[in-house]
């Protein structure tokens, strides 16, 4: 009977996505002056034990009684110790996240959404370029990688931020800055005392820095406003659409690709993001 | 298990439904407030159905609520950590089964849309809370005796005696109702003492009822192409602002239509108690859309009709690989203050796209041709579970569906 074969089946057993899995903050960060880091472990031993993600995929935070919001995990997979999320304050949800005390329960669905294409870039150049917040998707790729080191070509990063006060990762910079195997450029926005990187915006930046597209992806994230600059330069410096990687952040609900929430077009970020290919970009509506 | 049409007598309809009350909450649209209130709504009340005006709102609310609880929450000072408080997460209760007597054949057709979303996509987990009610809910459509100047069902694959997505369909005839069992749970609930057994005259009055009904449709229209038609129009903004200038952003489009889905997840909580809720949302309202960087896509309304006619016509079957998320009830027109009419944003996109086809930019355009001479359902005879009511009518877009 076609009627019933098509109403749809309900298995008692399967999951609840909308369920969360408690954490305890082991660990709050004190970045910038609005974001903080949050380092935290599922309760649940077994569930620890079998979690597993890959760079670029994101977490669903709860905190009950305000709500919901995504982040993307910045810590790497290769280290297992701990999931971290960097938040910067813009509203109820992350105010209320940046109230939270080590020892504090919290909700959180995760791993949702795709990941950096870490397999296919083995063998490949990599030129990361971070603006703010942008840089929280890209330090998970980016740690991945130099715990995998020999999978991967040479790397440049590319960090600005508006003042010196507002980069984060204070300690991951300090090792960047000083590895031999990795380049790294930091830039502000004006001039700033005692700042011994470069000044200037970051497409600015990159156009002088002049990486060779030879066998080479950039990895960009951060603002808008700072996207659409860097891709032009990309594109002036010879980088075509399939080279250059980026996250997106449209609003979410679900996660899942039911709320319909994220959609550009009939693509969803949640699930078939929030990593995108500029020329995937390319090939879907026009409304970023 | 008897396989035959039952026949309910108008008086009776009442008992039956009380009968199916102790197995189910039986849902029926009715008034809502004072009997002279325009609104009929769905309401769990298994007693005299409204079954002469269409239904205000649509039927989802029964399978996908207004607004309901995820979870619960708890938090309890922690015996072993002084200072520090344990979380206790609990999901409610699901509810029991659920029949429906009395929507329109469009309404259940809109389940058939949500289905596929709700069940889960690309590998996603699917939503335990739709599927379990939508698995435990029983649809009794009644056919439509008449259609409204809004409804365009036809457009899009349905037609007043429709019997996609029931498990009865009842026909209202002389003095009560034809009920014709779809599927076995649809047999289950018209094994009953109060039923009579269906006779062939019956059976020819339902097919007389669905002819007229089918004459009461207006003009039909080809909606072939209309994927790529919106597609072509996606950067033209002097389309979309036309098109969206009358509209308010109030939204009550989404909320009527069966195939709108959309939802909300907030808080809320009393102290240390709380519940999480997922309540229906809208993409007509601006903030939908707003980031956190203060970037919003969709800022302008042209912007949000184009992504609520998009997403019917081109993305969702785009993405599902199936029938239109449109089933063509009207109500988005009907209830609409200012009229905004989704039959004439999709004849002109339509149009556009096919400048060949005749004279463009008219009200009427060439896409539109008069409806077609109405095909009679077969009528159900010996086997009713094979006989299809509304199966005579089936658009182009079917044909993918
Ligand atoms: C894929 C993705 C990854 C993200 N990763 C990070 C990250 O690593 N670190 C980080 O600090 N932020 C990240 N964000 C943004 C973060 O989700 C929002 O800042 C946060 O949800 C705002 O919640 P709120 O309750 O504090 O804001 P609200 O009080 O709800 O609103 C404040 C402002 O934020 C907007 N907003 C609300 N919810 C969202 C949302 N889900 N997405 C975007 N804007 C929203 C509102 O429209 C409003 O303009 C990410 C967003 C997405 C979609
Ligand atoms: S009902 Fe009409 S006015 Fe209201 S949001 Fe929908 S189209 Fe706009
Ligand atoms: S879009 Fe309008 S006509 Fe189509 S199903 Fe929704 S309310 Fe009905
Ligand atoms: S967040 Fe719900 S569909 Fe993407």
Not at chain 1, 127 to 140: K, L
Not at chain 1, 149 to 158: E, H
Not at chain 2, 316 to 344: F, H, M, W
Request: proline share 7%; with cysteine.
């Amino acid at each position: 009977m076609p009627d019933t074969a098509r109403r749809p089946v309900f298995e008692p057993s399967a999951p609840n996505p909308y369920l969360p899995q408690v954490a305890t903050v082991l660990e709050v960060i004190q970045e910038t002056h609005n974001i903080k880091s949050f380092r935290l472990r599922l309760d649940d031993e077994q569930a620890w034990a079998k979690f597993s993600f890959e760079p670029g995929q994101l977490g669903q935070l709860s905190l009950f009684g305000v709500g919901e919001s995504t982040f993307v995990i910045n810590s790497s997979p290769t280290r297992k110790d701990y999931l971290q999320f960097s938040v910067m304050r813009a509203g109820e949800v992350t105010s209320a996240l940046h109230g939270l005390l080590p020892g504090d329960k919290i909700g959180l669905r995760a791993p949702l959404g795709n990941s950096f294409p870490y397999k296919e870039l083995k063998g490949k150049n990599l030129v990361f370029i971070g603006g703010g917040i942008g840089m929280a998707p890209m330090r998970t790729l980016l740690l991945y990688m130099l715990d995998n080191r020999t999978d991967y070509g040479d790397i440049t990063l590319l960090y600005g931020a508006r003042s010196p006060q507002d980069f984060s990762y204070a300690e991951d910079r300090e090792d960047w800055l000083k590895r031999k195997d990795m380049r790294t450029v930091l830039t502000i926005d004006s001039p700033a005392e005692g700042w011994e990187h470069r000044v200037g915006l970051i497409p600015n930046v990159l156009t002088e820095l002049k990486p060779s597209p030879e066998n080479t992806v950039a990895v960009t994230c951060g603002p808008p406003i700072m996207i659409r600059f860097t891709l032009q330069a990309l594109e002036k410096l010879g980088f075509v659409p399939e080279q250059i990687i980026t996250t997106l952040e449209k609003r979410m609900k679900c996660g899942i690709g039911i709320c319909g929430r994220c959609n550009i077009g009939e693509k969803y970020v949640c699930v078939d993001g929030p990593v995108f290919t500029y020329a995937q970009l390319k090939s879907m509506v026009n409304e970023l | 298990m008897d396989m035959q049409g039952k026949f309910i007598p108008r008086a009776q309809l009442d008992d039956w439904l009380a009968e199916l009350a102790a197995r189910f909450r039986v849902w029926t649209p009715r008034r809502a407030g004072q009997e002279d209130s325009g609104a009929v709504v769905y309401l769990p009340e298994a007693r005299q159905p409204e079954l002469n005006r269409k239904p205000t709102e649509s039927a989802k609310r029964v399978i996908f609520p207004r607004s309901e609880p995820l979870l619960r929450f708890l938090r309890k000072p922690d015996p072993d950590q002084t200072g520090q408080k344990s979380l206790e997460l609990q999901v409610p209760d699901a509810d029991g089964p659920n029949l429906v007597f009395g929507l329109p054949p469009c309404d259940a057709r809109g389940f058939l849309v949500l289905d596929p979303v709700y069940a889960g996509v690309k590998g996603q987990a699917g939503d335990s809370y739709y599927l379990r009610r939508r698995s435990q809910t029983v649809l009794i459509a009644r056919a439509c005796s008449r259609a409204l100047t809004t409804c365009f069902c036809h457009w899009v694959g349905g037609s007043p005696s429709s019997t996609e997505g029931l498990d009865v369909l009842a026909t209202e005839i002389q003095e009560g109702f034809l009920l014709q069992p779809l599927t076995p749970q649809g047999e289950e609930v018209l094994d009953s003492k109060l039923l009579l057994s269906a006779g062939k005259e019956q059976m020819e009055a339902a097919q007389s009822a669905w002819q007229a009904a089918e004459k009461t449709l207006g003009p039909g229209a080809d909606m072939q192409g209309a994927q790529e038609a919106l597609r072509a129009l996606f950067d033209n903004a002097a389309f979309w602002q036309a098109e969206a200038a009358s509209c308010l952003s109030c939204g009550v489009c989404t909320h009527l239509c069966p195939t709108c889905y959309c939802f909300n997840i907030t808080d809320e909580a009393v102290g240390e108690k709380g519940v999480r809720l997922r309540s229906w949302d809208a993409c007509m309202f601006s903030l939908y859309t707003q980031e956190a960087s203060g970037h919003n896509p969709r800022q302008d309304k042209a912007a949000r009709l184009k992504n609520r006619i998009g997403h019917k016509f081109s993305y969702y079957p785009e993405l599902y690989q199936t029938r239109n998320a449109c089933v063509g009830c009207g109500r988005c027109i009907k209830s609409c203050p200012s009229r905004l009419d989704i039959r004439a944003v999709l004849t002109k996109a339509l149009a556009l796209s096919r400048p060949a086809a005749g004279k463009p930019e008219t009200t009427a355009p060439a896409t539109v041709r008069p409806a077609a001479k109405p095909k009679v359902n077969k009528p159900a005879t010996s086997k009713p579970v094979a006989a299809k009511p509304g199966a005579a009518k089936r658009g182009k877009e079917a044909s993918h569906a």
